[in-house]
């Protein structure tokens, strides 16, 4: 397939179709994020205090991974290799409010519901996590449609090592 994709005579249609299958197949795994998401954020007590504002982590997370979506289908849809290399920093950021909510959740220890608020708001951040790892993957494959080679930006929604 890679040979075919890179040399015959419609190898950038090719390419296309490969790309939007693999495309397709992030959407769908996105789409399950934010079914996994919905039935948290369903469960949380409309009346629960957030005292450490983990909510407010969630809220800058969902909005950066708009962004990552939507500069991923912008980079898509033009062809932009340059675009689609700059999503992985927004990336970073999504990685970083994650580990704020995670440790947040760590230094609960008084009430049941602030706990089960925390727990939820941990579940939620790991559930958003995702969705910018598969924009940058998305983004991947911008590289791929353009110059025929697999250049990955990175391996986002790839198993990751701890240091």
Same mark, same amino acid.
């Given at each position: 397939?890679?040979?075919?994709?890179?040399?015959?005579?419609?190898?950038?249609?090719?390419?296309?179709?490969?790309?939007?299958?693999?495309?397709?197949?992030?959407?769908?795994?996105?789409?399950?994020?934010?079914?996994?998401?919905?039935?948290?954020?369903?469960?949380?007590?409309?009346?629960?205090?957030?005292?450490?504002?983990?909510?407010?982590?969630?809220?800058?997370?969902?909005?950066?991974?708009?962004?990552?979506?939507?500069?991923?289908?912008?980079?898509?849809?033009?062809?932009?290799?340059? !675009?689609?290399?700059?999503?992985?920093?927004? @990336?970073? #950021?999504? &990685?970083?409010? %994650?580990? /704020?909510? *995670?440790?947040?959740?760590?230094?609960?220890?008084?009430?049941?519901?602030?706990?089960?608020?925390?727990?939820?708001?941990?579940?939620? !951040?790991?559930?958003?996590?995702?969705?910018? @790892?598969? #924009?940058? &993957?998305?983004? %991947?494959? /911008?590289? *791929?449609?353009?110059?025929?080679?697999?250049?990955?930006?990175?391996?986002?929604?790839?198993?990751?090592?701890?240091?």
């Amino acid at each position: 397939m890679t040979i075919t994709a890179c040399q015959a005579p419609v190898a950038s249609d090719l390419r296309r179709v490969l790309s939007l299958i693999q495309v397709a197949q992030h959407l769908g795994l996105i789409a399950n994020q934010f079914d996994l998401i919905s039935q948290q954020l369903r469960e949380i007590d409309a009346g629960a205090l957030d005292c450490q504002g983990t909510g407010e982590r969630l809220s800058e997370m969902a909005m950066l991974a708009a962004t990552q979506l939507e500069h991923a289908a912008g980079a898509f849809a033009a062809r932009d290799v340059g !675009a689609a290399q700059g999503i992985e920093r927004d @990336d970073d #950021a999504i &990685d970083k409010l %994650n580990r /704020v909510v *995670f440790e947040a959740a760590l230094v609960l220890a008084t009430g049941r519901g602030a706990r089960e608020l925390g727990l939820r708001h941990v579940l939620v !951040a790991r559930g958003l996590e995702p969705v910018g @790892d598969n #924009a940058v &993957d998305i983004a %991947n494959q /911008v590289s *791929f449609l353009v110059t025929a080679r697999h250049q990955q930006i990175s391996v986002a929604s790839g198993p990751q090592r701890r240091g």
